[in-house]
């Protein structure tokens, strides 16, 4: 049983350049959570998704950010016209239900920004 | 208030010594959940033991334990019998019932560890 994927591992983008991230939860797992971690911080909550629906977009930020999660493939963080200040490791979380199981972490993808 | 606050930032302990990692939380859902997660230098999170709210025992996961203080709205890691690949950053996580009625999970800020030879 494969655990949760995230492809790009490492994304270089230029200022203004579209950045997109994916997960793929692991097998059954059908909810899916995107955090951010900032060099030297702790990590961030941004979205929680489960299929086709975003459940919660609290910690997005309201312009350039984006999450999908379609009924077919992987969920997609895109952030568009990235600043330096988006260089950070993303990581993609999935579980499979809301009830009391602990989330399984993807490896990430750091994102720099020249 | 911060939900979860881990008052280390760094730690030095000696290899093959036990070594406690603090961490509270703040919460008013009786139902929650705790989390221990390790990130090495390679920067993946490690899932390392759980604890609920309910649980009427600490949890243990080999040589981690988590002590488990549910009064005091503490839950810090003990690791036993320090080893060198146990150097990394080590994060405290709380899941509880957030306004929308689904399990939101909020980190610490982590405590970086370093192991002595």
């Known amino acids: 049983n494969a655990g949760v994927m995230q492809n790009p591992r490492h994304l270089v983008r230029r200022r203004g350049q579209e950045a997109r991230l994916r997960c793929s939860p692991m097998k059954g797992h059908s909810h899916v959570y995107w955090y951010r971690q900032l060099p030297e911080e702790g990590l961030k909550f941004m979205v929680y998704l489960q299929k086709e629906n975003i459940i919660d977009e609290s910690g997005m930020p309201k312009e350039r950010f984006s999450a999908e999660f379609p009924k077919e493939g992987p969920s997609i963080l895109r952030i568009q016209q990235v600043v330096r200040g988006d260089s950070a490791a993303y990581f993609c979380a999935s579980s499979p239900g809301v009830s009391r199981n602990e989330q399984f972490f993807g490896p990430g993808t750091r994102l720099t920004v020249l | 208030a911060q939900k979860i606050t881990q008052t280390q930032p760094g730690m030095f302990v000696q290899e093959k010594e036990a070594v406690t990692l603090d961490c509270t939380y703040d919460t008013s859902d009786p139902s929650y959940g705790l989390f221990w997660y390790k990130q090495p230098s390679s920067g993946e999170m490690i899932f390392l033991i759980y604890q609920g709210s309910y649980d009427q025992q600490n949890a243990t996961e080999g040589r981690y334990s988590l002590n488990f203080q549910k009064a005091r709205k503490s839950a810090n890691l003990v690791i036993s019998a320090s080893q060198l690949g146990d150097s990394a950053m080590y994060f405290c996580?709380?899941?509880?019932?957030?306004?929308?009625?689904?399990?939101?999970?909020?980190f610490g800020t982590g405590t970086k560890l370093q192991v002595i030879p």
């Open positions: 996580a709380m899941r509880e019932a957030s306004s929308g009625g689904y399990q939101k999970v909020t």
